[in-house]
């Protein structure tokens, strides 16, 4: 019932940017919190930003660099990355905790990942 469509991943130099985007479809009565995590070849997933109800929290390897915010239409929550570094390289998931219609509670439902390759 539910997808989460991402894009905006790629190649990108050393202290460029890249913006990714994810969107939620299918049968969503609310959602929760909506966040992104990266998994690095043999690295266990972390979390990168996550959002819910306006506030904001990030790792600390990020802080200043990244910004997450929510789209009013389609779900949507962007990741804005700047400043990039290559220890930023990894694959970029985004997750949503989310409730359907007609369920009793929220699960969390994640896209496909996104790679993000930085240079140096």
């Known amino acids: 019932q539910v997808q989460l469509v991402e894009s905006g991943g790629g190649l990108v130099q050393a202290g460029g940017s890249l913006r990714l985007s994810c969107a939620a479809s299918?049968?969503?009565?609310?959602?929760?919190?909506m966040g992104w995590y990266r998994q690095a070849p043999g690295k266990q997933r972390e979390l990168v930003a996550v959002i819910s109800g306006g506030r904001t929290n990030y790792a600390d390897s990020v802080t200043g660099r990244f910004s997450i915010s929510r789209g009013n239409a389609k779900n949507s929550v962007y990741l804005q990355m700047n400043s990039l570094k290559p220890e930023d390289t990894a694959v970029y998931y985004c997750?949503?905790?989310?409730?359907?219609?007609?369920?009793?509670?929220?699960?969390?439902?994640w896209g496909q990942g996104t790679q993000v390759t930085v240079s140096s």
């Open positions: 299918g049968s969503i009565f609310s959602i929760n919190t």
């Open positions: 997750k949503a905790d989310l409730r359907t219609i007609g369920s009793l509670r929220s699960w969390d439902y």
